[in-house]
T-cell receptor, first 115, second 113 residues
Framework: KAGVTQTPRYLIKTRGQQVTLSCSPI?????VSWYQQTPGQGLQFLFE???????NKGNFPGRFSGRQFSNSRSEMNVSTLELGDSALYLC??????????????FGPGTRLTVL | DQQVKQNSPSLSVQEGRISILNCDYT??????FLWYKKYPAEGPTFLIS???IKDKNEDGRFTVFLNKSAKHLSLHIVPSQPGDSAVYFC????????????WGLGTSLAVNP
């Protein structure tokens, strides 16, 4: 069974631009969660989607948004990029919603650099 | 406010010896704890978990101990192998936050041959 895939793996943008990251979960998984990883803050939860609905949201500004499609693939969008948005963005999939405590399986991440 | 703390950023151990990674938490509502391992250029992979109703869970070379009164858990790797060299993350969750994972900052383990 293929694992979680994320595209692109690396991205360089400039301040003020917007970016869209993509995540394809493991086949059969319906929940996708997004995390931001930075050296000083560790992994910070962004949001979770289950069956195309956002179920959970972390403490990030509205510039961070996401969506999930009927095939469970998910995208996250960051608008008006800031230097501080430079981070590794990780996507995790699980069978059920995070409230079910199903194991989360992570993709390799997208490394975003904002110049 | 770091609710899950891994106070040792790094740890170096000789191959064959025991590795002990520590994690402290502040939120007494946490009832489920997980350890993830992360290699460079890969996402974290689930290693082992423990529910607050237990004080020990074992899986092969990996054992997690939970001390609820001290709000402390530890991961023991015995014997340590060079392939165990990675960053280890402790995470915690509870029903009240829809089981969002709250993560520590990680401990980088180096197992030397």
């Amino acid at each position: 069974k293929a694992g979680v895939t994320q595209t692109p793996r690396y991205l360089i943008k400039t301040r003020g631009q917007q970016v869209t990251l993509s995540c394809s979960p493991i086949s059969g998984h319906r929940s996708v969660s997004w995390y931001q990883q930075t050296p000083g803050q560790g992994l910070q939860f962004l949001f979770e989607y289950f069956s195309e609905t956002q179920r959970n949201k972390g403490n990030f500004p509205g510039r961070f948004s996401g969506r999930q499609f009927s095939n469970s693939r998910s995208e996250m969008n960051v608008s008006t990029l800031e230097l501080g948005d430079s981070a590794l963005y990780l996507c995790a999939s699980s069978l059920g919603p995070t409230s079910s405590a199903d194991t989360q399986y992570f993709g390799p991440g997208t490394r975003l650099t904002v110049l | 406010d770091q609710q899950v703390k891994q106070n040792s950023p790094s740890l170096s151990v000789q191959e064959g010896r025991i590795s002990i990674l520590n994690c402290d938490y502040t939120n007494s509502m946490f009832d489920y704890f997980l350890w993830y391992k992360k290699y460079p250029a890969e996402g974290p992979t689930f290693l082992i978990s423990i529910s607050s109703i237990k004080d020990k869970n074992e899986d092969g070379r990996f054992t997690v101990f939970l001390n609820k009164s001290a709000k402390h858990l530890s991961l023991h790797i015995v014997p340590s192998q060079p392939g165990d060299s990675a960053v280890y993350f402790c995470a915690a969750t509870f029903p009240g936050n829809n089981r969002k994972l709250i993560w520590g900052l990680g401990t980088s383990l180096a197992v030397n041959p």
